[in-house]
């Protein structure tokens, strides 16, 4: 095969905007969490708050330094306040009664009555009016309730793990109970019904929600859709998984596939796989680079502020789509024979490659994967997959996916596996998968020297991944992970 096969029509496109929001700046914070090494003791509630208000005093020193650098809103990481690793007798004196906030208005800073033992939300609410400051952060709800109401549990109260927000004055603004939880937050109670949670700020209208919920329907996708949201303020405990799910790739995925400003705030415990926040926005991967990754045991939490300025959209229709109509020429001379590469527990279709260029096809159900590309990639292994079931380790969900990945070594039984090491360079590459959703997300991550990083110079067009002018680092993962949620049971 010859490289002048290959046709790649480069860019001729016509741009309009199609829409636009105020520029505003915006903080995340990573935070490495104090919380005490043994759990399963019940604490005394005044020493369950002696150690929420160390995690306090970082968050405000970084809400004043936030603040200080102008930005106006700030999101803290989900279990911020008290680590995890809980069972709910251990977590009870942790939580607060937390009041509905379209009920009644509350300014818990100039007013803590008429709720007791509120100190937390008492914290919060100065520390967002001392540094006028949109505060989003996540902290335990123990909700009251009777006999009256069969499904209140033995310890006649519902265990919630919250997202409340406050504005610059300290007002509190917004309360959010997590719906969707993993199978080892059993502290928690699921809430019987979802409620789509937003506030307004002078800068937009956000919506939030916290960690697993960005993988279901609802109330994530609902609430952006019918929301009309344009920001989210996500605090999250994500535990960061190459080659598909890592923090920093997966939510700045997120934020491109469905259009949104995703403010992502992680713990950070790199020793347990927790890290990895940034500011992501719709039309690259984020901000200029606005995004903390570091897995280092040594390396600490860390500040992220930036701006998102107004954004634009592509017009979808341009002669990048010329790119794609290459792609449906009947692949020539597949040689490799298909193979199974299994990546987080999923059993993906694949085919390897260690061509600098070419064209591969590869299905899995009714999905079909096709990429045409270029590069130089130094006989480096690389796999090419489709996966088209339900994913089962951990959590359930229906995905599809198509991938190229890098493999971590030069053997096939390495692909799929974590690697943070490549040296090849990928200059042109044209992917595409005939999923059953418009839900796709873009991943393109890369590797310099061992350290993660995200591009933004690709373009998401129908779904289809398009890399036109050669990325800066070393292709890791070019993916595109779907969600057609209406499969999901
Ligand atoms: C606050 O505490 C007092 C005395 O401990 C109690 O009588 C009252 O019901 C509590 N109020 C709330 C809202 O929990
Ligand atoms: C949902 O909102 C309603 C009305 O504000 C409130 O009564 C209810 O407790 C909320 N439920 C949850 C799970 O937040
Ligand atoms: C969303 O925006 C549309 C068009 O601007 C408007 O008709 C609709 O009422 C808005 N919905 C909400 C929930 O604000
Ligand atoms: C990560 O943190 C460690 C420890 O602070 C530091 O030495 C290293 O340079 C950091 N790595 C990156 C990529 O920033
Ligand atoms: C992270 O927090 C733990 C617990 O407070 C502390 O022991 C550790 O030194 C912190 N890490 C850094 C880099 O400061
Ligand atoms: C880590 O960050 C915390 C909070 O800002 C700070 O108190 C601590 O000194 C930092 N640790 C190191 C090793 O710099
Ligand atoms: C795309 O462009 C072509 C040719 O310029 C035009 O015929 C077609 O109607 C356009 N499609 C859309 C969806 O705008
Ligand atoms: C995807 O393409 C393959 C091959 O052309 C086809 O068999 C399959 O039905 C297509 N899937 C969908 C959802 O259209």
Known sequence: MKLTVMCFILLGASK??????????????EHNVTFPADRTKILPRDEAL??????????????????????RIIVFPEYGLFGLGWTRQTIAPYLEYIPDPKSQTWNPCDKPAPFNSTEIQHMLSCMAKDNSLYIVANMGARQPCTI???????????????????GPNGDFLARYFKFNLYSDEKQFDKPEQINLTTFETPFGRFGTFS????????????????????????????????????????????????????LAANLHLPSAGYHGSG????????????YYYNDSLASNGSLVVGTFNPFIFLESNDTRTKSLDALSVKSEGIRNKAITVKINGDLFTAILTRDSYGKLHVCQGSLCCDALFEGEFSSELYAFGAFDGIHTEGDRYYLQACVFIKCANNTPESCGTPTKVSSSYMSKMSFYGNFTTKYVFPEVLVTENGVLELVTRYWLYQNAVIIDVGLYGSPLSISIFSRDYSHDN
């Open 279 to 290: 500011l992501y926005w719709p039309t690259g991967t984020s901000i200029d680079g606005m």
């Open 211 to 262: 960690s697993l919920d960005i993988m279901y329907h609802d109330p994530a996708i609902t609430l952006i859709e019918k929301m009309n949201i344009t920001n989210i303020a996500y605090p999250t405990a994500w535990i960061d998984e190459l080659p598909l799910l890592s923090a920093i790739e997966f939510h700045s995925a997120f934020a491109e596939g469905m259009h949104v400003n995703l």
């Open 16 to 29: 309009t905007f199609v829409h636009s929001l105020d520029s505003y700046r915006a903080a995340v914070y």
């Open 148 to 166: 009256s109401d069969p499904k209140c549990p033995i310890d006649h109260q519902y265990q919630y793990s919250a997202n409340v927000v406050y």
């Open 50 to 71: 002696q150690v929420m208000k160390k995690n306090l005093v970082v968050y405000s020193q970084q809400a004043k330094l936030a603040s200080d650098k102008e930005a």
